[in-house]
């Protein structure tokens, strides 16, 4: 992808760079560059590590940062390895992400001089925060970089609402050819802490009523239909009020979703992986779920072709290295409960953020792990779409969304002859009792 070919070229961009620090002179002997340690990029991510420990133990387990007058408690995410660099004789730059307890993520540059070993931090500057810059580097005539003020660019070219959202949003199907009785089950959106969800009208054929699902609380409207009913029309109207979701609490129990699900298992093979991704991860949960996140987009290609694609199945994803989203998430949250994570999934719509009315071009769908007591939501596949996106996307997700359901394995009574519900975003329609696919076509209009 162009986003990951620009990051190649920063990394060697900013590997060549002369940065603007202080001068450093050892008065006790005679430096020369033959008596100055060698250092590699683990020796400054050691030094790093080493200066957030010991001012996260002295300040009751968080790292302290102020900002823009705010005195902020915060938590190592990881250490951008691409960006660590040898500036000079004991000089060196460290980019790191550490997070707030609300979710917000702050990329924050260091710099360093000293020996492996024996590192002290000379600057610390808050570069980013979600991924937007707060400066951007720039080179001086004399060869030295510094930073320069970066405009406050708007991100809703790249599918990005902050804040809230207020949209209409129409589900529609047609109703293919049935030579028998059938059941239909679709999913409706409910109000949580971040959508507020009322039902305009619904008009469907048949005999339909709402079913409640248990375990994770969906909503789910239930049609009865005849032959009669072929070629029919059903559409859902809903009023979505939509706020940019962040890391949040919630009532729910985090050990329920390190359960395994019928395409998402919980066995070996996963726990290598993960565990493979962990190797010189050091920290909490947190970091390790950065870890797997980029992993997975290392890892995963989005690509929607051949078979196997799309039906949330870990193990596909796992050998296959392509997919949707459905695949993507599923793949991250089976690497997360493989060593204790709890994560959950999805699915809904995205709006355009581009425009105020029109088509939606099917289903999104997202994932959630449990690290420091919360919550925080990830959206893995277009964070491989939008590299500049993927720290936003770790911890956010945009305000122009409606969830239609949650979790995998859907029961619910009256059931499908099928069996549970893999995932529940297009209507599942049984013709006597066989699965017969409905693509239904999704419609918004912005409200002002």
Known sequence: MIFKHLTTIAVLFLSQMTFATPDVTDTATCTTLDTIPKVVTYDI???????????????????????????????????????????????HFACVDLATEEGNVYDVDFFLEGDPGDMTVTETTVHKLNGRPFYLWREQEDGVWVHVDADDASRQLLGIVEGNDHFEFT??????????????????????????????????PGKHQMLT?????????????????SGMTMVLHFDVKRLEKS???????????????????????????????????????LVKARALYDHTIDSMRYAKFGGGWGNGDAEFACDAARGNCTDYHSYFIALCRAVDIPARFAIGAAVPSS???????????????????????????????????????FGHN???????????????????DSGPINFLAYPLL??????????????????S
């Open 45 to 91: 991510k050691a030094g790093i590590e080493k200066h957030i420990e010991d001012l996260s133990k002295a300040n009751g387990g968080f790292f302290p940062i102020t900002f823009d007058g705010e005195d902020m408690k915060m938590k190592l995410v990881r250490v951008h390895m691409e960006y660590l660099a040898n500036l000079g004789p004991r000089r």
């Open 171 to 204: 589900y529609q199907a047609t109703l293919p050819t049935m030579t028998e009785n059938a059941r239909m089950w679709i999913p409706i959106p409910t109000d949580d802490q971040f959508q507020e969800i009322t039902i305009n009208r619904i008009e469907i």
């Open 213 to 229: 699902e248990n375990k994770f609380g969906n909503q789910i409207l239930y049609v009865e239909l005849g032959p009669e009913d």
């Open 247 to 285: 890391v949040h609490l919630d009532e729910t129990s985090p050990e329920i979703y390190l359960a395994p699900e019928k395409l998402v298992p919980n066995n070996d093979a996963f726990k290598e992986i993960a565990l493979g991704a962990l190797v010189d991860k050091n920290g909490g949960d």
């Open 355 to 393: 425009r105020d009315d029109g088509g939606v071009s099917g289903y999104h769908c997202w994932a959630e792990f449990y690290a420091e007591g919360k919550w925080w939501p990830v959206d893995i596949s277009e964070a491989d779409k939008y590299t500049s996106l993927s720290t936003y996307y």
């Open 398 to 416: 945009p305000a122009n969304r409606v969830e239609f359901s949650r979790g995998r394995d859907l029961i619910v009574e009256p059931g499908p």
């Open 430 to 447: 049984e013709v006597g009792g066989k699965p017969v696919k409905v693509k239904p076509q999704f419609g918004f209009q912005r409200v």
